[in-house]
């Protein structure tokens, strides 16, 4: 390979603005992170493209994005940085190969995790589950990119050349569930008129939620008339959803299959209704991703091939096809 002439002019802040910038997307986001001026991030990266004579980012309508010469010296950038910072720790205190930090939702720990009960993932590893917050310092992608994380999980959509995607669900059946209280629990199906009538509950989970909205562009009425619905109750805790339903007159959208299990499985005493016939429901699907440069790789991608392989993520029916330019606004 032909040596650098400027290579002994690479300094550790070019590497660090570079692997910034790339992790999150944006020269101003990275300029925020590192506490400097969006000036000075443009700077640092015509520096470093200057004194590798190539063109290491493209500008994009979705931002910079890294070249193919990009990508690949910020992998060898990556792996210098990671062995500076370990530098910092006690051997002793550094994370197990067999631990694995998982970034979801209650979603997440509770319908999909119980799973991995009856394999022997759990018997190798150290899995270690947290809730992330979109007001949180970091985005997703930087989370694992610089290893906070190994795998993350939710509906959310990450686009990043180091981040690789995998398809765990397929949320596209969905139902009303009612508590003993509620004057519906004789109903197989609610009707248009009910669903707009009822207060409803509704969960919202900053994983299973929009990172760029607020609300989920859910489904799609026929009718005229869309009305609007009445909010009870708004938490992102499944578990409290479940159980203002299950003892008031309330009412919740959700998946069959996640509606079935706390049903069947959990044993909370409510009813499951269809949808009115005229409320077309588009799906949602439920993303896990992972870094590549990620140093538990192999585990991480063994973690993400089970949520696959289980029976819990056999699709029930075809999903329904989402017609553009839906009326209605809401939260799952």
Do not use: W
């Amino acid at each position: 390979m032909r040596p650098i002439k400027n290579a002994k002019k690479i300094d550790y802040n070019l590497i660090k603005v570079f692997d910034m910038v790339i992790t999150e997307g944006n020269a101003t986001r990275a300029a925020r992170k590192l506490d400097v001026t969006p000036a000075a991030i443009s700077q640092a990266l015509l520096r470093l493209q200057s004194l590798y004579g190539e063109e290491l980012f493209i500008r994009t309508r979705q931002g910079l994005v890294p070249s193919s010469k990009g990508k690949s010296l910020h992998q060898v950038f990556r792996q210098a940085i990671e062995s500076i910072e370990n530098t910092f720790y006690d051997k002793t205190y550094v994370q197990e190969s067999n631990e694995l930090t998982v970034l979801g939702s209650d979603i997440t720990e509770n319908y999909y995790f119980p799973a991995l009960l009856d394999t022997m993932l759990l018997n190798r590893h150290v899995i270690k589950h947290y809730a992330i917050k979109k007001t949180g310092e970091y985005t997703p992608a930087s989370m694992l990119t610089h290893g906070y994380a190994d795998v993350v999980m939710g509906i959310l959509e990450i686009k990043n050349a180091m981040i690789e995607s995998y398809l765990i669900d397929n949320l596209s059946d969905f139902v009303c569930v009612c508590g003993e209280k509620s004057p519906l629990v004789g109903l197989e199906q609610i009707s248009l008129y009910n669903f707009y009538a009822a207060r409803h509950a509704v969960y919202h989970s900053d994983m299973f939620s929009s990172f760029t909205a607020d609300t989920i562009d859910l489904f799609k009425v026929s009718t005229p008339y869309t009305g609007r619905r009445k909010i009870g109750y708004h938490s992102d805790s499944l578990f409290g959803i479940m159980g203002v339903v299950e003892k008031s007159d309330m009412v919740a959208i959700l998946p069959r299959k996640i509606a079935a299990y706390f049903r069947d499985v959990r044993r909370y005493n409510i009813k499951i209704m269809r949808m009115p016939d005229e409320m077309t429901f588009r799906a949602l699907p439920v993303y896990a991703y992972l870094a590549t440069n990620s140093m538990s790789y192999k585990n991480a991608k063994n973690l993400i091939s089970t949520f696959q392989s289980i029976s819990l993520i056999k699709p029930e029916k075809e999903p329904d096809i989402f017609v553009k330019d839906s009326i209605s606004l809401c939260h799952l």
